[in-house]
């Protein structure tokens, strides 16, 4: 769970950055054609440049898709989360019940529909999501 929240934050500031970067691009862009000469010389080359990048930046935001990304990861961490709350009622129940035993399998449904639609987490994230889940255990803060 821990994981995916980072995961879904991770991401959402990547896309908060490539789009930034983006209006910014075009926003640079649109002042330059206003303010600048672009007749030839270095201004020129200058707009062909920035509007080189903000194209190539534009392409890559589309092929990265990191909004998605945070999305499926905010998805993935409800999902665990759900499995998490039905570990904690199963475990007030009588382990021999016959509701005991419907709650069991209906974990393992989720446990697998959540694992067979949940994307990777990044080893970085989910490294330093652990550390932090330890950390949390031991009564101490994590590191932000």
């Known amino acids: 769970i821990y994981a995916h929240n980072s995961a879904e934050v991770f991401f959402s500031r990547l896309d908060a950055v490539v ?7 075009i926003v640079v862009l649109g002042q330059i054609a206003l303010v600048v000469s672009t007749g030839s010389g270095f201004p020129k080359a200058l707009t062909a440049a920035l509007t080189v990048v903000t194209a190539v930046l534009g392409a890559l935001g589309l092929v990265w898709d990191f909004r998605a990304k945070a999305i499926q990861h905010r998805f993935a961490a409800r999902q665990y989360g759900a499995i998490r ?11 021999s019940s016959a509701e005991a035993n419907w709650r069991r399998e209906e974990i393992r449904r989720l446990w697998d529909a959540a694992s067979a639609t ?9 490294d330093r999501a652990q550390q932090d889940y330890r950390e949390r255990r031991l009564g101490r803060q994590p590191n932000a």
Do not use: F, M, S, Y
């Open 19 to 25: 789009t930034g970067v983006l209006l910014g691009g």
């Open 85 to 95: 709350r039905a570990l904690e009622v199963l475990g007030g129940l009588d382990p």
């Open 118 to 126: 949940a994307p990777g987490v990044p080893a970085k994230l989910r």
